[in-house]
């Protein structure tokens, strides 16, 4: 029989890892969840599963993160700082080591894109080279606040501002109902599932993502590899990442808010983006690939194993 030295999970899904790398901490997330969960309009079905799925796992991740008698605590790596705060608030994790190991980006795939190349994309989705293109990028929309970023839209009066949607949600009806009933059928595009998701983040202007709860978003760190600035609500991983006026900016969980924010950058001089835009790949490039996150990664383990001879 194989013995192992380290053996890591990403996430709770096994008791017998030494080594947790920590995405969500799902107690927190039924918290947020419940702000907006009776407004979707999605199946008995969907819902309950959804509700098991929290609720199991909740029981998963106390089992593995909390210290218990007889057993060596484990190595446990939050994806950011408000993760691992999470983490420390809903469970006892006793002596556990705990270190901070962020997403990444693959630089090869994630990376700005060619002039002709933009136009191209940009004439195929129906988009024109004078609009500003804001990107929203994933699934599970009400809980990474769609709503919030077309209701904005509607209150920031340039034509030239236009939103693309990147993915899918069970509830999408709803979206495009709201869309269309603020009079921004025009201004919203929704994509569906991009399998160009790299050439659409390198084809955009910003990225604007007012999500309600993350433990890092992947999807921010890919933008930023392409050359965008990030507008995003100030939750975890935003806060580590967003330098405001420098790689982005933070909003609240308002539309009247992120529609000002939208409004000064779309008014402002497009080179200050462009400024910002740089420096926010630069960022990933410093801190957020993968090659970095696995040379940090080795180095826990060796930490670890020090530790317990």
């Known amino acids: 029989m194989s013995t192992f030295d380290i053996v890591h999970s990403a996430g709770c899904n096994t008791a017998s890892a030494n080594v947790y790398t920590i995405q969500n901490i799902q107690r927190a997330k039924r918290k947020v969840l419940k702000g907006f969960v009776r407004e979707e309009r999605i199946s008995r079905v969907r819902r309950l599963t959804r509700w098991l ?126 869309a269309r009933n603020l009079g921004q059928g025009e201004r919203v595009i929704f994509g569906g599932f991009r399998k160009d998701i790299a050439t659409a983040f390198g084809a955009s202007d910003l990225f604007l993502f007012p999500s309600r709860y993350e433990a890092f978003s992947l999807a921010m760190i890919e933008a930023a590899a392409c050359g965008l600035p990030s507008v995003v609500a100030k939750i975890n991983g935003t806060e580590d990442f967003i330098n405001p006026g420098t790689t982005g900016e933070f909003v609240k969980h308002e539309a009247d808010n992120i529609a000002a924010v939208l409004e000064r950058l779309v008014s402002s001089d497009r080179c200050k983006l462009v400024e910002m835009g740089q420096a926010a790949r630069q960022l990933v490039m410093t801190h957020y690939t993968w090659d970095r996150v696995a040379t940090a990664t080795e180095q826990c383990y060796q930490e670890y194993l020090n530790g317990r001879s």
């Open 53 to 178: 799925h929290l609720v199991i796992t909740s029981v998963a991740e106390k089992r593995v993160y909390e210290s218990a008698t007889g057993r060596k605590a484990p190595l446990l790596l939050p994806v950011s700082r408000g993760t691992e705060r999470e983490l420390r608030e809903h469970y006892d994790i006793g002596n556990s080591t705990v270190k901070i190991i962020p997403n990444a980006a693959d630089l090869v795939v994630f990376h700005p894109i060619a002039a002709d190349i933009r136009a191209a994309w940009r004439k195929a989705n129906g988009l024109i080279g004078s609009d500003f293109v804001c990107i929203f990028s994933g699934g599970e929309w009400a809980r990474k606040g769609l709503d919030l970023a077309i209701r904005a839209l509607a209150l920031v009066p340039h034509l030239g501002l236009k939103l693309f949607v990147a993915g899918d949600d069970p509830d999408r009806a709803r979206y495009f109902r709201l």
